[in-house]
T-cell receptor, first 113, second 111 residues
């Protein structure tokens, strides 16, 4: 069935360093790839998303890249800050053909001051 | 994005009982979904709540255990039936055709 693998499960970086989280998906019909940030005790918040017709998208310190041939996508956070510490989830869906999100296992990011 | 609210925000229940969780959206939406997030885990889709028809359940989830209602385009309920401690989780509703936004969640503890 549909599956999304996410790595690493935990990531610790120094403030100011970059962080990269990688995901692979199995459903070749997936065309929408959002990333969510979940702080402790809070709901997942959408931070960036990418659709299959582009290879990269950037929003300030956050960027996402997509390789449809290899079926993987990555989240890049530059100049990390302590407030970036949270659990990050990638997800994949068929977009408006179904809408349901298949989530990766999550990455707990810790940014040390 | 729509504003989504859920009730209750948390509850502690006894095994064998049932709890109904409400999800309210401040505008009409086509697609609503229910997810479960077990402690320390990722989100797993339970079902898609379809307006005017039965919900579509994912593998491993059945209507008898998780009955869902969707009476209109702004509201849905999820019932967790005959609860056991293994049902202790956060239950989240979401809305959106592709971009999805989540409600604040209902933290359920079953004793």
């Amino acid at each position: 069935g549909e599956n999304v693998e996410q790595h690493p499960s935990t990531l610790s970086v120094q403030e100011g360093d970059s962080a990269v989280i990688k995901c692979t998906y199995s459903d070749s019909a997936s065309n929408y790839f959002p990333w969510y940030k979940q702080e402790l005790g809070k709901r997942p918040q959408l931070i960036i998303d990418i659709r299959s017709n582009v290879g990269e998208k950037k929003d300030q310190r956050i960027a996402v890249t997509l390789n449809k041939t290899a079926k993987h996508f990555s989240l890049h956070i530059t100049e990390t800050q302590p407030e970036d510490s949270a659990v990050y989830f990638c997800a994949a869906s068929r977009g408006n053909q179904g809408g349901k999100l298949i989530f990766g296992q999550g990455t707990e990011l810790s940014v040390k001051p | 994005s729509a504003v989504i609210s859920q009730k209750p925000s948390r509850d502690i229940c006894q095994r064998g009982t049932s709890l109904t969780i409400q999800c309210q959206v401040d505008s009409q939406v086509t697609m609503m979904f229910w997810y479960r997030q077990q402690p320390g885990q990722s989100l797993t889709l339970i079902a898609t709540a379809n307006q005017g028809s039965e919900a579509t359940y994912e593998s491993g989830f059945v209507i008898d255990k998780f009955p869902i209602s969707r009476p209109n385009l702004t509201f849905s309920t999820l019932t967790v039936s005959n609860m056991s401690p293994e049902d202790s989780s956060i239950y989240l509703c979401s809305e959106g055709t592709d971009t999805q936004y989540f409600g604040p969640g209902t933290r359920l503890t079953v004793l």
